[in-house]
């Protein structure tokens, strides 16, 4: 159980294009969903926590107007990256939690996004 | 402040056993988290401790020492694909994780 996926898992594209990441908790309900962004060899650095039907919280420095979250079910959230540029280009995690607060997090893949 | 601190790299041989420690300052405690991310993967979770003691899942144990702000993760019989980052993360009284920067475990045959 626990199974959390992502899409897609690596994605390229063009500067200034707006790139969509959905992550789907598969066999339980996510009250709350996270989205970490990890550079090559650096910790995982929290983005944002989306809970269910309510606006996401962004963490200081992250800017809500470029990296969109929408939690539309207890089993999806996406990230949308607007107006990519190469220094967006990273590593994006999600992790879902579930209906409990003090609940594990189980982590999706990850998509690989390389700006060009 | 809020600080989580674990070693930023260890190397064992292949078939020992290898103790990686955890420290941790935070506000509140809902509990502690270890997680394996191999390099190029997303985070797996391996154990969470809320009380005090070990807590044993096959080759990997985790202890948790609530007074001591304290936590390590034990590795018997170390296999190559062993090899990874461990990290360590704490809920605090808001439910968030903070997280370690994690340990790199460098397994030599």
Excluded at chain 1, 52 to 66: C, F, P, R
Excluded at chain 2, 73 to 102: F, H, T
Aim: aromatic residues 12%; hydrophobic residues 35%.
């Amino acid at each position: 159980g626990a199974v959390v996926s992502q899409h897609p898992s690596w994605v390229i594209c063009k500067s200034g294009t707006s790139v969509k990441i959905e992550c789907r908790s598969l066999d339980f309900q996510a009250t709350t969903m996270f989205w970490y962004r990890q550079f090559p060899k650096q910790s995982l650095m929290l983005m944002a926590t989306s809970n269910e039907g309510s606006k996401a919280t962004y963490e200081q420095g992250v800017e809500k107007d470029k990296f969109l979250i929408n939690h539309a079910s207890l089993t999806l959230s996406t990230l949308t990256v607007t107006s990519a540029h190469p220094e967006d280009s990273s590593f994006y995690i999600c992790s879902a939690r579930g209906l409990a607060e003090q609940e594990t997090q189980y982590f999706g893949p990850g998509t690989r996004l390389l700006v060009l | 402040g809020q600080n989580i601190d674990q070693p930023t790299e260890m190397t064992a041989t292949e078939g020992a056993i290898v103790q990686i420690n955890c420290t941790y300052q935070t506000s509140g405690f809902n509990g502690l988290f270890w997680y394996q991310q191999h390099a190029g993967e997303a985070p797996t979770f391996l154990s969470y401790n809320v009380l005090d003691g070990l807590e044993e899942k096959g080759r990997f144990s985790s202890f948790l020492s609530r007074s001591k702000g304290y936590s390590y993760l034990l590795l018997k019989e170390l296999q190559m694909k062993d090899s990874a980052s461990y990290l360590c993360a704490v809920m605090d009284s808001n439910y968030q994780l903070i997280w370690g920067a994690g340990t790199k475990l460098i397994i030599k045959p």
